[in-house]
T-cell receptor, first 114, second 115 residues
């Protein structure tokens, strides 16, 4: 079974621009979550999508948004980029149905804002 | 708000030494508990998980963890570490159960095993 795939792996953007990151979950998984990993703040939850609906949200400003498509693929968008948005963005997928499950992580997208 | 505390940020051990990494969480309700590992240059991988039942759980690569509800702890152990265990280890809690996947992570513990 293929794992969680995130594209692109690396991105360099300029302050003020916007960026879209993509995540393809494991086949059959309906829940996709996004996390931001930085040296200072560690791993922080951004949001979770399940069946095309945002099911949970973390404490990030509205510049961070996402969506999920009918095939469970998800995109995350950050608008008006700030230097502090430089981070590794991780996507995780899980079956998302019928109770407690584990999350499987992708390799991440390394975003650098200059 | 939930939080997860990992006791040590850096641990250095010699091969064959025993390992115990502490993890405490703050949440009064039912939780799912996880330990993830991030090897250099690789993605986060699940070491082990606790949902319910036997509080002593065994994971991959000889790791185990014990859930002590009264202490809100979920410490990771390995009797004898190897050089290949050099990695960063994260404890995580999900308090949403069947209502979602929202992991709250600890700050991580960087383990270096000297050969």
């Amino acid at each position: 079974k293929a794992g969680v795939t995130q594209t692109p792996r690396y991105l360099i953007k300029t302050r003020g621009q916007q960026v879209t990151l993509s995540c393809s979950p494991i086949s059959g998984h309906r829940s996709v979550s996004w996390y931001q990993q930085t040296p200072g703040q560690g791993l922080q939850f951004l949001f979770e999508y399940f069946s095309e609906t945002q099911r949970n949200k973390g404490n990030f400003p509205g510049r961070f948004s996402g969506r999920q498509f009918s095939n469970s693929r998800s995109e995350m968008n950050v608008s008006t980029l700030e230097l502090g948005d430089s981070a590794l963005y991780l996507c995780a997928s899980s079956p998302g149905t019928g109770g407690n499950t584990e999350a499987f992580f992708g390799q991440g997208t390394r975003l650098t804002v200059v | 708000a939930q939080s997860v505390s990992q006791h040590n940020h850096h641990v250095i051990l010699s091969e064959a030494a025993s390992l115990e990494l502490g993890c405490n969480y703050s949440y009064g309700g039912t939780v799912n508990l996880f330990w993830y590992v991030q090897y250099p240059g690789q993605h986060l991988q699940l070491l082990l998980k606790y949902f319910s039942g036997d509080p002593l759980v065994k994971g991959i690569k000889g790791f185990e963890a014990e859930f002590i509800k009264s202490k809100f702890s979920f410490n990771l152990r390995k009797p004898s570490v190897q050089w290949s265990d050099t990695a960063e280890y994260f404890c995580a809690v999900n308090a949403l159960g069947e209502y979602g996947n929202k992991l709250v992570f600890g700050a991580g513990t960087i383990l270096r095993v000297k050969s």
